[in-house]
């Protein structure tokens, strides 16, 4: 059964840079049919989603937010990860790692189990 | 953008009513269309994907239906582990995006 697992800091101070990595298992991150995406949720909203990554390093991102993220892939590792810079306080949030299993109807059926990051001094 | 507008944002039913959430898209989204479910401190769960398709080891209970810019998501004998909060989200464009959630409590 495929699993992932957020991994990373959980505190993190303005203007930093939050590097966050997710380990998948149970599965391989070089599947052709699977994207592997970021997607947050501030404290008692909703979801937002953040990019996409290929295994060959592709990425798409999300083009409301400002160009502070970066998805990188390992596929040595199985892993992926996103750096977030410049933080604010606004940028607190769970942060979820995700398989976009999907490329066409673009659905996101298997989840990490998040990781709450707080920015704060 | 495309703006996901869901309906109501919170709703309060018995045990073995039937529930309808709907949600609703700023433009046509074919059938690009998912259900999940989010109880608290945990994760999303894909329930239904493209529209109306049930996501494997979704109870039949939950169904979903609609097209281009109006989607429902109904349960049609709601249960107690029902409790929960739901998204729409659409894949029809990037960037994906999610309704604001309808939280469902049991009476």
């Known amino acids: 059964q495929l699993q992932l697992q957020e991994s990373g800091p959980g505190l993190v101070k303005p203007s930093e840079t939050l590097s966050l990595t997710c380990t998948v298992s149970g599965g391989s991150i070089s599947s052709s049919i699977s994207y592997w995406d970021w997607i947050r949720q501030p404290p008692g909203k909703g979801l937002e989603w953040i990019g996409s990554?290929?295994?060959?390093?592709?990425?798409y991102y999300n083009p409301s937010l400002k160009s502070r993220f970066t998805i990188s892939v390992d596929a040595s590792k199985n892993q992926f990860s996103l750096q977030l810079s410049s933080v604010t306080a606004t940028d607190t949030a769970v942060f979820y790692c995700v398989r976009h299993g999907d490329t066409s109807h673009n659905w996101f059926d298997s989840w990490g189990q998040g990781t709450l990051v707080t920015v704060s001094s | 953008d495309i703006q996901m507008t869901q309906s109501p944002s919170s709703l309060s039913a018995s045990i073995g009513d039937r529930v309808t959430i709907t949600c609703r898209a700023s433009q046509s989204l074919s059938n690009y269309l998912n259900w999940y479910q989010q109880k608290p401190g945990r994760a999303p769960n894909l329930l239904i994907f493209a529209a109306s398709s049930l996501q494997r080891g979704v109870p039949s209970r939950f169904s979903g239906s609609g097209s281009g810019t109006d989607f429902t998501l109904t349960i049609s004998s709601l249960q107690p582990e029902d409790s929960a909060t739901y998204f729409c989200q659409q894949g029809y464009s990037i960037p994906y995006t999610f309704g604001q959630g309808t939280k469902l409590e049991i009476k």
């Open positions: 990554i290929y295994y060959t390093g592709s990425t």
